[in-house]
């Protein structure tokens, strides 16, 4: 009986940013408990790699492009879908940025303002362009990528901007969830420790900080995408049917100490 809560048969699932890493790793976990997926990518090769590899797994997938900082092109590919008689019933607010390593002081106004757009503005487009039809339908599971970095403040790297970033996805979560909760839409957020990602694995400079950031985890180890993804499916499906405005550590343990 309660394995079935987990299955989002039927669903559309959109998942911005879904061609790699994690959001590629929700959407193949959606895909696999049942939902037909919609991947939202800026590059039209990314979202095709990532459609790709969820059709050779057997999943109904399609790729879209789409900038998550142009609230037009997302007001307009839920409309589309809602158009076509299949709204979105499940949104993955998955796409991020996340540079890192400059101090406060030396952060450029453009820094600060890409990372606002995408991380903070991205999110909010998206959860009103497809809430909107949520709402109308009374029914609805959005699940944010949030970060244990929307709690604590990383060392060694400074990262002001993304933390603030993270902090203010986890508060548009409680406050949406509260808003929406009596239309039938459940907003919930993971916050993940370091994943390893290509948000992670390209920079360079994180080679010498990982031995700090392990030590700094009661569990001694970075996570898996899949490790995102299994919460992420949980807080989507109705196995999550009483969680709403929850931010749900998954980490390692990391915010313990
Ligand atoms: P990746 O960089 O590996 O993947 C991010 C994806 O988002 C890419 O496909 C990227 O596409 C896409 N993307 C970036 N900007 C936009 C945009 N403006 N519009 C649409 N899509 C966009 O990141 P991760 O998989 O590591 O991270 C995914 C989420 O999880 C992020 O929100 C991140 O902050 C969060 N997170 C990650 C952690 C980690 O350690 N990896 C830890 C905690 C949270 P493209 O590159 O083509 O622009």
């Known amino acids: 009986m309660q394995l079935k809560r987990f299955r989002v048969d039927g669903e559309l699932a959109v998942v911005t940013g879904g ?3 994690i959001g590629l790793a929700c959407a193949e976990a959606l895909g696999e408990a049942g939902a037909r997926l919609v991947l939202i990518e800026p590059d039209e090769k990314s ?12 999943y109904e997938a399609e ?8 609230s037009a092109r997302m007001n307009e590919i839920a409309d589309m879908l809602a158009a076509r008689g299949t709204p979105a019933t499940i949104l993955i607010n998955n796409a991020g940025i996340g540079e890192s390593g400059v101090p406060s002081e030396n952060v450029t106004d453009d820094a600060w303002l ?3 757009n995408v991380n903070v503005n991205g999110v909010f487009w998206c959860s009103r362009a497809f809430g909107r039809h949520m709402i109308a339908g009374r029914r609805g599971a959005i699940v944010n990528l949030g ?6 403040c990383n060392r060694p790297q400074p990262q002001t901007p993304y933390n603030v970033s993270k902090a203010a996805v986890h508060h548009m979560t409680h406050s949406m969830a509260a808003e929406w909760a009596p239309h039938g839409v459940r907003v919930n957020a993971v916050a993940p420790t370091y994943i ?8 360079p400079a994180n080679r010498d900080r990982i031995p700090i950031w392990l030590n700094d985890t009661p569990m001694g180890r970075m996570g898996q995408a899949e490790e995102v993804a299994s919460a992420v499916l949980f807080l989507a499906s109705d196995a999550a049917s009483l969680m709403t405005g929850a931010v749900v550590p998954v980490d390692g343990g990391f915010t313990c100490w």
């Open 19 to 21: 061609g790699r890493g």
């Open 47 to 58: 979202g095709e790699a990532g459609r790709d590899a969820l059709r050779a797994k057997g």
């Open 63 to 70: 790729a879209l492009v789409g900038d998550v900082t142009s």
């Open 114 to 116: 890409r990372m606002m």
């Open 147 to 152: 970060s244990m970095s929307g709690t604590i």
């Open 196 to 203: 390893e990602t290509p948000m992670v694995n390209a920079n």
